[in-house]
Nanobody, 118 residues
Framework: QVRLQESGPGLVKPSQTLSLTCTVS??????????WGWIRQAPGKGLEWMGH???????DYSPSLSSRTSISRDTSKNQFTLQLNSVTPEDTAVYYC??????????WGQGTQVTVSS
């Protein structure tokens, strides 16, 4: 059974960098065909795809966030990390890490609330 668990600070100040880590168990992030991503949901809004990193290490980002977003990985720890720069209160959301395969996200973390506030 694949499990994903997000971790990171729940409160970030405006203009700072948000950093979240997803720890994966039950499967390797380097297994062929899978990709590992981040999706968020702001209060009262729908789900927003932010980007993902493939099993190969190739990254793809949402065009609206690409200038502020970076996804990296630590294969020795089976983790991948989201960094979102220059945050504003509009980045307040529940952040989910997800596993993608064959054009669908089939496993999700439980989500972690991040609030941007001074």
């Amino acid at each position: 059974q694949v499990r994903l668990q997000e971790s990171g600070p729940g409160l970030v100040k405006p203009s700072q960098t948000l950093s979240l880590t997803c720890t994966v168990s039950g499967g390797s992030i380097t297994t062929y065909g899978y990709y590992w991503g981040w999706i968020r949901q702001a209060p009262g809004k729908g789900l927003e795809w932010m980007g993902h990193i493939a099993y190969s290490g190739y990254c793809d980002y949402s065009p609206s966030l690409s200038s502020r977003t970076s996804i990296s990985r630590d294969t020795s720890k089976n983790q991948f990390t989201l960094q979102l720069n220059s945050v504003t209160p509009e980045d307040t959301a529940v952040y989910y890490c997800v596993r993608g395969y064959n054009y669908a996200y089939d496993y999700w973390g439980q989500g972690t609330q991040v609030t941007v506030s001074s």
